[in-house]
């Protein structure tokens, strides 16, 4: 089994930060007005929103990969600044085949993971915001992100042969 772990404000911050690419390129590619561009990126205030986006995003992703988690009673959790040793962070736990090649996988699903969180609650938020072009931008580069994960979680594995006999 493999833990992962992401500081919860790490993840705000990229996810602000790549909102406000979005809005940075539609102004310069003069698609929308300044006022309209501004309402797209997350900030601060927006912290309650974040975090119900980044529960969910925990959850779509564990939904798409529940084979590498049903023995685990707690495949995700999100603590709080109390936690001593993962203060404001969320952590997956994930179960690998026995002969997996952890050195291989895990930074891969470490990236990969953090793609996918940070595309789910971008496209999210443009959804939510009303950008329906750039939404399914993202929804693309979210769903990329999901199938390097299983990619990853299979990797090393061995395809099943089947003979047929005459």
Not at 41 to 66: C, F, H, M, Q
Not at 104 to 124: D, F, N, R, S, T
């Amino acid at each position: 089994m493999v833990t992962i772990i992401y500081e919860i404000d790490s993840v705000f911050n990229m996810v602000s930060q790549e909102t406000i690419h979005i809005s940075d390129q539609l102004v310069a590619d003069q698609v929308m007005d300044v006022r309209l561009a501004d309402k797209i990126p997350l900030v601060k205030d927006d912290w309650n929103e974040y975090i119900t986006l980044l529960r969910r995003s925990a959850v779509e992703i564990l939904k798409k990969i529940g084979y590498a988690t049903e023995d685990i009673d707690y495949p995700y959790y999100v603590t709080d600044e109390t936690d001593a040793s993962n203060p404001d962070s969320i952590i997956f736990q994930i179960a690998l085949f026995d002969d997996a090649k952890h050195g291989v996988i895990l930074p891969i699903l470490q990236q990969e993971m953090c793609k996918a969180i940070v595309g789910y609650i971008v496209k999210e938020w443009l959804k939510i915001k009303g950008f329906a072009q750039q939404y399914g931008i993202k929804e693309n580069d979210y769903q990329t992100a999901l199938k390097e994960i299983k990619s990853a979680l299979m990797y090393g594995q061995r395809g099943v042969k089947t003979y047929r006999t005459l």
